[in-house]
């Protein structure tokens, strides 16, 4: 007699671990890059300032980028503080801003007029872990007229109703930012302003 036992089995195991969520955080900022010279073309100063970017300026970007509303760029118009000292807070808007005052001793073009902000095409760089997007506007030159003074900083106005006339409070107010110190022109010096805005994820 033979006796024979034979066991036959499959054993499969399989773990897999996943994230169901991924965190990432977007953070927005930009900065105000300026130069003065005098009117022999001679360089007086210098300085990159970086800015707040005021709620209603996120919020605007949201309202038009995400839920879609039908938007024209107007602008944006970039504008000249003159306040020794100012001060920003996230809840200014170009009708409310206690803390600044526009700077209007300038022609831009000709004009007394704010400039406008041309944006080139955004550009991005980086995948991980870290990205970086970024635009930069065309540089502005404003030639300084009149008595002269101190400029401080800068701001920039879009949205519905901005306009280019000096000190008109239409429009939404995007950023603002400021010197580390108040700046001397005087009549005849030109100051050109770039502004760049960068999100980074």
Same mark, same amino acid.
């Given at each position: 007699?033979?006796?024979?036992?034979?066991?036959?089995?499959? @054993?499969?195991?399989?773990?897999?671990?996943?994230?169901?969520?991924?965190?990432?955080? &977007?953070?927005?900022?930009?900065?105000? %890059?300026?130069? *003065? $010279?005098?009117?022999?073309?001679?360089?007086?100063?210098?300085?990159?300032?970086?800015?707040?970017? #005021? /709620?209603?300026?996120?919020?605007?970007?949201?309202?038009?980028?995400?839920?879609?509303?039908?938007?024209?760029? &107007?602008?944006?118009?970039?504008?000249?503080?003159?306040?020794?000292?100012?001060?920003?807070?996230?809840?200014?808007?170009?009708?409310? %801003?206690?803390?600044?005052?526009? =700077? &209007?001793?300038?022609?831009?073009?000709?004009?007394?007029? $704010?400039?406008?902000? &041309?944006?080139?095409? /955004?550009?991005?760089?980086?995948?991980?872990?870290?990205?970086? +997007?970024?635009?930069? /506007?065309?540089? @502005?030159?404003?030639? @300084?007229?009149? /008595?002269?003074? #101190?400029?401080?900083? *800068?701001?920039?106005?879009?949205?519905?109703?901005?306009?280019? +006339?000096?000190?008109?409070?239409?429009?939404?107010? =995007?950023?603002?930012?400021?010197?580390?110190?108040?700046?001397?022109?005087?009549?005849?010096?030109?100051?050109?302003? +770039? =502004?760049?805005?960068?999100?980074?994820?």
């Amino acid at each position: 007699m033979i006796k024979e036992q034979q066991g036959f089995g499959d @054993i499969i195991e399989a773990t897999l671990g996943t994230s169901g969520a991924v965190s990432e955080t &977007v953070g927005i900022e930009g900065s105000y %890059h300026v130069e *003065c $010279r005098d009117a022999e073309g001679k360089l007086k100063w210098e300085e990159t300032i970086p800015n707040l970017v #005021n /709620a209603v300026g996120k919020q605007l970007m949201f309202d038009t980028l995400l839920k879609g509303a039908s938007y024209t760029v &107007v602008g944006p118009f970039l504008g000249l503080i003159a306040t020794t000292s100012p001060t920003f807070a996230a809840a200014d808007t170009m009708i409310t %801003h206690a803390g600044w005052t526009e =700077y &209007v001793n300038y022609t831009v073009g000709g004009s007394a007029v $704010r400039g406008t902000a &041309v944006f080139g095409v /955004a550009s991005s760089t980086g995948t991980t872990p870290s990205n970086v +997007t970024t635009s930069t /506007a065309t540089a @502005i030159t404003y030639l @300084i007229t009149g /008595a002269g003074g #101190n400029v401080t900083g *800068c701001f920039l106005v879009t949205g519905t109703g901005a306009l280019n +006339t000096q000190s008109n409070t239409a429009g939404t107010l =995007y950023s603002a930012g400021a010197f580390s110190v108040a700046k001397a022109v005087t009549a005849g010096d030109t100051v050109a302003v +770039t =502004y760049s805005t960068t999100a980074t994820s």
